[in-house]
């Protein structure tokens, strides 16, 4: 059909042009039919399943309508499932145990999926079922109140109170008043994408567009963000948040990647989403190259940013921010428009004492004639300035100004104190001692400029809150006092006064550590500041830890005997590993923590709900979480933990690796980090009961470090070097029922010849044990380099070719696969064979069968507001089969279930079939 473009058409397209832009990309054959959905969405029988007996064989015909996919399985009285017999999609490619074409007959052998005779087979019945299918059920691990991030800003109008935090994902969400949560900003719903202008779009093959989630160098390494409007602001830095000020419903929010723009109503109120750049060069020092304000204001008529505490760099050569404490001692101006960078407006590089000078300026503020106000915290003073820079007058003398907040109805000025650092030489010098002392942490209220340029206070607060029941001792230093609720120093926390609330409230942040953010609302009553929200507190008291995930590891564990979920949140305090873990009851949502031996990188469940986990080079099993050991040793304890198991080389389950899986029958695969210097030496395997001399097969451009092996639940060594040349699987390993072995590869997909995917993604393939082989392209990743001995084809991968894989697939999420390690992801293989991965570009869960075609995608784009399956940043999978799917989405701070049902079941008893033996 013809399509003319109508004068009403028209215009449609150009709004929509300038509202998304999209990245314009065609894929070739290879890509469209890699990830295209290969199920027909017809799901009717033409035969409905009979049953027919034959000794201990079951035979189970049955014909479908179109090439849809099935699932088969074997279940008792109650609904277990005793047999998985078969999933997959039907047709010229379907996989065992079904045939070529639309008509089946499979045979059950009246044993479970452990291998053993079910008793009492009279009382099972088969189930059919047609097109899987995936529903939102309920938040399991999830609290509004819970810190998102390691850096927090604040912005507060009439409609409420937005915090912008940033993690290696970004949040912007609404509170009211009173502290309780409105909504998520950012992510963006889904429903507002259209709304968003200009928003960087990208195509995928079979499938709509999608927001871009690619970063310039160095950015896919870690953060996840649509947050970025260059390429390359920092050269391998990642995302860091600056500040975020409000202006008529616009949050201006400020990053090392410039400067973005959500409103109030989650849209952008038609301005571009992206705006100018904001940082500033440092010329002063050579290891500085950029900075970044932290604080910011914008001019009463919107035309000006002003800003300053500068204090990030990123030139430590792994591509990391350093915080640099010599802040230039300036504030700077930039057109709200972009129309140039930011200059140096008042003060310099230089400290000083003039009215013109400043020594360590830590915030600022306009009011409402547009003058600037300044904490001068080195020289305790504000100073303030006209709009054309020049010197107005000085407030003071304050100790230790730092935050400055200012009325909009009535220019009264608010001014918070702390210690930002020592102004002597020396922590420890009598000058530095003293300052200290008088430097306490307070909140002061003035009055608006006189016709005198004069101000006076007007109430003096204290912000230091004392924990109830704990007694002052005086001869306690204040610094790090624990009878102190929070401690305000250094430059990470924030003062903001609430204006549009009585009584009136402040919102404080101050940091625990370098990962938790701990969030406060301050009420004055009586004249003093007390607490009236305690967002940390109330998260604990629901059940949940208030720190932020490191590198947002939240691992998932699912006991299926017990029908518990358990959520592991790796602590940097533990090594990078996690010894803490939240024990979920899906059905009733009740929560407890459970405290583990150790600290352990990784663990999983067998069929039977035995617990395994690993923890460096050791292995080790349980009944269950909380329960009793099962020795692999059978009771000979020659270790500190009767269980404990060694594995080839030592070093194997560092927690950079991702790579540690449990089979439903109980055995591991775990990837092991070869110890010697010399590839050609021989390891020793330090089992329980004996040693053994290994040595791994080398041939051309082998990749060395890493080698996988499996154990059998008696703690033998089953298999060895099962994925030859296996490398780093942060993006998981796991082995199914047939004893298949499922890797994401940490490199990119090859098709049509170029890579698909951003630096998040990876290339899942699908092993039997012993046959996969890797071959890379790059000599110094080499035991042996290649040289000409390459395989003549195209590549499979972005650095090499990938041998024996019965199929392979891109796009899978890897965390990253660039030069950081430690951020994961993990991908869930059902007991059908059936892979769940997450795709990391186009925001969705493919579903695989066991010849690795699509069957479908579950969810889309979406924040934690939006109905159905929303999801950002999805991590880490998990589930039991036909029931439920659990997924950990990082972009939305939460953890949450989705139920696995069918377009259409068919359920057959065995009693009273042909030929059932009485």
């Avoid at 009264?412 to 009598?430: C, D, F, H, M, N």
């Avoid at 008696?714 to 298949?740: A, C, H, R, S, W």
């Amino acid at each position: 059909m013809k399509l003319t473009l109508s004068k009403f058409l028209i215009p449609i397209l150009v709004i929509w042009s300038t509202t998304m832009s999209l990245c314009a990309q065609t894929y070739g054959p290879e890509a469209i039919n890699e990830f295209k959905v290969k199920r027909v969405e017809v799901f009717e029988f033409t035969q409905e399943p009979q049953l027919t007996r034959k000794g201990d064989e079951v035979i189970i015909t049955f014909a479908v309508k179109a090439a849809c996919d099935v699932a088969v399985a074997i279940e008792d009285a109650q609904g277990k499932i005793l047999r998985h017999l078969g999933a997959g999609i039907l047709g010229d490619g379907a996989p065992a145990p079904f045939q070529k074409g639309l008509s089946q007959r499979i045979i059950w052998d009246s044993k479970n999926d452990m291998g053993v005779y079910v008793k009492d087979i009279n009382s099972c019945v088969v189930r059919v079922s047609l097109g899987v299918k995936a529903s939102f059920e309920k938040n399991l691990h999830y609290n509004p109140l819970r810190t998102h991030g390691d850096d927090t800003a604040f912005s507060i109008d009439k409609d409420g109170v937005y915090i912008y935090q940033s993690n290696m994902n970004n949040y912007v969400r609404q509170f009211d008043h009173e502290g309780n949560y409105l909504r998520t900003l950012y992510p963006f719903s889904a429903d507002k994408l259209k709304k968003i202008k200009n928003l960087k779009m990208r195509s995928v093959p079979d499938g709509d567009s999608v927001p871009d989630k690619v970063r310039g160098f160095g950015m896919g390494e870690r953060t996840v963000s649509l947050l970025s409007i260059k390429s390359e602001q920092y050269k391998g830095a990642v995302y860091a948040m600056g500040d975020m000020v409000l202006r008529k419903g616009l949050l201006h929010l400020f990053s090392n990647q410039g400067v973005c723009y959500i409103g109030t109503d989650g849209t952008t109120r038609g301005r571009s989403f992206y705006g100018p750049e904001n940082i500033i060069g440092q010329k002063k020092h050579k290891n500085m190259r950029k900075v970044l304000p932290h604080k910011v204001t914008v001019s009463p008529d919107g035309k000006w940013y002003y800003m300053t505490q500068y204090y990030w760099s990123s030139q430590n050569g792994q591509g990391s921010l350093i915080r640099y404490t010599g802040l230039p001692h300036f504030v700077t101006r930039m057109p709200t428009d972009g129309s140039r960078g930011p200059e140096i407006f008042l003060g310099a590089y230089k400290m000083g004492e003039s009215n013109t000078q400043f020594d360590l300026p830590s915030g600022l503020s306009v009011d409402s004639k547009g003058r600037i106000y300044v904490t001068d915290w080195g020289n305790d003073r504000v100073q303030v300035f006209s709009p054309d820079g020049k010197f107005y007058t000085s407030i003071g003398p304050i100790t230790g100004p730092i935050e400055i907040n200012i009325d909009p109805k009535n220019d009264e000025i608010y001014v918070s104190t702390w210690q930002l650092r020592s102004k002597y030489v020396g922590a420890s010098s009598p000058g530095a001692k003293a300052f200290n002392k008088r430097c306490r942490p307070e909140l002061l209220h003035f009055s608006a400029l006189g016709t005198k340029r004069k101000s006076k206070v007007l109430n003096r607060w204290s912000l230091e809150i004392k924990k109830k029941g704990i007694k002052v001792k005086k001869s306690r230093k204040r610094k790090g006092a624990s009878d102190l609720v929070y401690n305000l120093s250094g430059y990470a926390p924030r003062v903001k006064v609430d204006f549009y609330s009585k009584p009136l409230r402040v919102w404080l942040y101050s940091q625990k550590d370098t990962r938790t953010d701990l969030i406060y609302l301050l009420e004055l009553q009586k004249n003093q500041l007390v607490i009236k929200r305690n967002f940390s507190t109330e998260v604990i008291k629901s059940g949940y830890t208030n720190q932020v995930p490191f590198f947002q590891r939240r691992y998932l564990h699912y006991d299926p005997v017990r029908e518990k979920l358990y959520v592991g949140e790796m602590d940097i305090n533990s090594g990078k590993n996690y010894q803490n873990v939240i024990e979920i009851d899906v059905e009733n949502n009740s929560i407890k923590n459970r405290r583990l031996n150790r600290p352990i990188a990784d663990a999983g469940f067998d069929a039977q709900g035995q617990f395994y986990n690993r923890a460096g080079s050791t292995i080790s099993r349980y009944k269950g979480v909380g329960l009793d050991e099962i020795p692999y040793d059978y009771g000979e304890e020659k270790y500190k933990h009767a269980s404990l198991l060694s594995t080839i080389g030592g070093g194997a389950s560092s927690h950079k690796y991702g790579s540690f899986g449990v089979s439903p029958q109980g055995d591991v695969v775990v990837a092991c980090k070869w110890k010697g210097a010399d590839i050609n030496r021989a390891s020793v395997e330090k089992t329980v009961s004996k040693s053994k001399k290994w040595t791994p097969e080398v041939y051309p451009g082998r990749p060395g470090s890493l080698f996988v092996h499996v154990y059998d639940k008696y703690g033998n060594l089953k298999q060895e070097d099962i994925i030859k040349g296996g490398g780093v699987f942060n993006g998981g390993l796991q082995m199914d029922l047939k004893g298949n072995v499922y890797a994401v590869i940490r490199q990119t997909r090859i098709l049509d010849g170029k890579p698909y995917g951003n630096s998040g993604t990876g290339t899942l393939a699908k092993f039997s044990p012993g046959k996969g082989r890797l071959i890379t392209s790059m000599k110094n990743s080499a035991i042996v380099p290649l040289n000409d001995s390459k395989p003549d084809r195209q590549k499979d991968v972005s650095k090499g070719w990938i041998e024996g894989a019965e199929w392979l697939y891109g796009e899978a999420s890897t965390g990253n696969n660039t030069t950081c390690w430690c951020r994961h992801a993990q991908f869930y293989v059902d007991y059908y064979g059936r892979v769940f991965v997450s795709e990391q570009q186009r925001f969705t869960i493919a579903v695989l069968d066991p010849n690795g075609r699509v069957i479908t995608r579950i969810g889309g784009y979406g924040n934690v507001d939006d109905k159905g399956i929303g999801l950002f940043d999805a991590q880490y999978l998990q589930g039991h089969t036909d029931k439920r799917l659990f997924i950990a989405d990082n972009g939305n701070g939460r953890v949450f279930s989705a139920t696995l049902d069918y377009h259409k079941s068919v359920k057959v008893s065995l009693k009273r079939i042909a030929g059932t033996k009485k």
